[in-house]
């Protein structure tokens, strides 16, 4: 599997992840935030429009993984080189699909296990969409897996498993259905959570990382002539070295080629156990514990050398091809036997189907010679009897025609009469028939006109209901309108009562001040009677003295009885205090 296909197993996951609907499609402003962030991890160049202009023919909406894979053929993968972290790259697409298919309730271990199982699932996974996982490769895992834990391997579980697998006639299990599988628990029951942990990381480390081995070994400075401790990682083209096995600090690689050696050397300075390994440019002198890690350390770097050589992949590469292969042959063999098995199977049913003809045959061709012989007995019986009863029967044909003429004719009658019958009883069908489909017809005129009675009678309620409603709101209103007129025309009647009263009341007053008027008027013309007597007199005597008269008081009031014995500020006084009056006694009332 090239590095092509390493990359589009975790890009599927992410394609499939932004597929909501399962429509196998995806939009195209969510390709654009893939797209970029795939640029991004790889570390090459994004160009925004590019989507765009490479679909601007295709303009009907989401984008399939068909339709998207040109694209990025053209602008991601074939600009991609090996300046990026894949761990980074995985992670990406990890969290993209992971938190859409993936349920860590029921799980027994951290996301970070997950995400190695997930990666170690695209490694093992054949190179087929919608991507699997083979009942082999899963064996191989949890074998492997059982190993790193230094637990036993229990055979019956797994057949058990298997055959549970098969029953559903399942080829394999998806990514997510994998991790739940390790995740669960199932085949590392007892087994405490840290274990599995690190089982997990080995596995991830072997087949993903693609370390070979690892361990602490001593170190020989080049600048300061120190031995320092460090943690060695071992891949196929380089030894790392880091500060600790965290390898949270990475210190230096030793980059293995095909010009690189490896070669023991003697105890030296108080150092044992030492080996050499020569690079190009420069050399590493490296010391192990004890001499069994020094030899494993010199046989593992020297496989390494040999096999970057002969320019072959990592061993867990070339296992996993390996087995691939193998079950490409067994495949192949068992097809081939299924084949065999399916030709032999019809060759046995066609020789069957030939022996049971010619059993048939046989079993024909005696049931025939059989039928034959009886055929001849009994013609040659028939013959006999017939020679014995010739003479009878030439006595007996007369009888005999004249009782097939007789019957005959009496089937005839019975048969026309038959016929009759049944003429009558077709006819009587028939009006039956009609009188039941006029019967269904007066029926459905009922029924319409029965269904249009209701509704008139559902309509004329209708207009009843309403007339009885304004009919009752009519006499709610009449009755409110009736007592407000009879309590107004009450209060008119007590109104023109008090009215009424003041009125006889003011004309006994104007009555009783005409009078005075008349008293007063009486004793003014004698005053002035006097007066003008007086001045004359006066006037005869003095005439240089003239009497000033008084002058008129003010404009009079003038009535209907004549002049007022009151002024209009009297009338205005004597007004407000008769409505006084009756706004008091309206109040007692």
């Given at each position: 599997m090239g590095r092509r296909e390493e990359l589009l197993k975790p890009i599927w996951h992410a394609f499939n992840a932004l597929d909501v609907d399962k429509s196998g499609k995806v939009s195209k402003s969510q390709l654009k935030v893939l797209s970029h962030n795939l640029c991004t991890v790889l570390g090459i160049a994004h160009d925004p429009v590019?989507?765009?202009?490479?679909?601007?023919?295709?303009?009907?909406?989401?984008?399939?993984?068909?339709?998207?894979?040109?694209?990025?053929?053209?602008?991601?993968?074939?600009?991609?080189?090996?300046?990026?972290?894949?761990?980074?790259?995985?992670?990406?697409?990890?969290?993209?699909?992971?938190?859409?298919?993936?349920?860590?309730?029921?799980?027994?271990?951290?996301?970070?296990?997950?995400?190695?199982?997930?990666?170690?699932?695209?490694?093992?996974?054949e190179d087929k969409y919608p991507l699997i996982i083979v009942i082999e490769e899963i064996e191989f895992f949890l074998r492997r897996l059982m190993e790193a834990m230094g637990a036993t391997w229990v055979e019956e579980s797994f057949e058990s498993y298997r055959m549970n697998l098969h029953s559903r006639r399942q080829q394999g299990l998806s990514a997510w259905e994998f991790i739940e599988l390790v995740g669960m628990g199932l085949f590392t029951i007892g087994m405490h959570r840290q274990t599995v942990s690190m089982g997990i990381n080995e596995v991830f480390q072997e087949l993903i990382l693609e370390v070979l081995k690892q361990g602490y070994l001593m170190k020989k400075g080049h600048k300061r002539k120190n031995w320092?401790?460090?943690?060695?990682?071992?891949?196929?083209?380089?030894?790392?070295?880091?500060?600790?096995?965290?390898?949270t600090e990475k210190k230096g690689d030793i980059i293995l080629d095909g010009n690189s050696c490896v070669e023991p050397l003697p105890d030296k300075d108080g150092r044992k156990c030492l080996f050499i390994v020569r690079c190009s440019d420069k050399s590493f002198e490296i010391s192990a514990s004890d001499k069994k890690k020094k030899q494993e350390w010199i046989q593992a770097i020297q496989t390494c050398i040999h096999t970057v050589r002969q320019g072959l992949?990592?061993?867990?590469?070339?296992?996993?091809?390996q087995r691939r292969e193998l079950r490409e042959r067994l495949r192949a063999q068992q097809d081939q036997l299924q084949e065999g098995m399916r030709r032999l199977q019809v060759s046995n049913e066609s020789n069957q189907r030939e022996l049971e003809a010619m059993r048939k045959k046989l079993q024909d061709a005696a049931a025939s010679a059989a039928q034959e012989e009886?055929?001849?007995?009994?013609?040659?019986?028939?013959?006999?009897?017939?020679?014995?009863?010739?003479?009878?029967?030439?006595?007996?044909?007369?009888?005999?025609?004249?009782?097939?003429?007789?019957?005959?004719?009496s089937e005839l009658e019975q048969y026309l009469q038959r016929v009759r019958e049944l003429e009558d009883m077709?006819?009587?069908?028939?009006?039956?028939?009609?009188?039941?489909?006029?019967?269904r017809q007066d029926e459905e005129t009922m029924r319409k006109l029965q269904a249009r009675l209701l509704e008139e009678e559902a309509c004329k309620r209708a207009e009843l209901e309403n007339l009885h409603l304004q009919q009752q709101r009519a006499m709610y209103q009449t009755q409110a309108e009736k007592q407000e007129l009879?309590?107004?025309?009450?209060?008119?009647?007590?109104?023109?009562?008090?009215?009424?009263?003041?009125?006889d009341q003011l004309e006994n007053e104007r009555r009783g001040a005409l009078q005075q008027y008349e008293e007063v008027t009486k004793k003014l013309e004698q005053a002035t009677n006097k007066t003008k007597n007086w001045k004359d007199k006066v006037a005869q005597q003095e005439g240089l003295i003239r009497l000033i008269q008084p002058g008129a008081k003010g404009p009079q009031m003038i009535t209907n009885w004549g002049p007022a014995a009151f002024t209009e500020a009297e009338l205005n006084l004597r007004e407000q205090d008769w409505q006084q009056r009756n706004k008091d006694r309206w109040t007692a009332e």
């Open positions: 590019a989507l765009e202009e490479h679909f601007k023919d295709n303009d009907e909406g989401p984008v399939s993984t068909q339709g998207y894979m040109p694209y990025l053929d053209r602008f991601i993968l074939d600009k991609v080189r090996d300046n990026f972290d894949r761990l980074d790259f995985n992670k990406m697409c990890w969290t993209l699909s992971a938190r859409k298919n993936l349920n860590t309730n029921r799980l027994l271990i951290t996301d970070e296990d997950a995400f190695k199982l997930w990666c170690i699932f695209n490694f093992l996974s320092t401790e460090r943690w060695f990682l071992l891949r196929l083209h380089s030894v790392s070295y880091y500060v600790g096995e965290d390898l992949s990592s061993p867990a590469r070339a296992a996993r091809q009886r055929r001849r007995l009994q013609t040659q019986q028939e013959l006999q009897d017939r020679y014995r009863t010739d003479l009878e029967r030439e006595k007996m044909v007369r009888q005999q025609m004249e009782a097939q003429v007789a019957q005959k004719s077709y006819r009587r069908l028939e009006e039956a028939l009609e009188d039941e489909r006029q019967a009879e309590k107004e025309r009450v209060e008119k009647e007590r109104a023109l009562q008090a009215a009424m009263t003041q009125l």
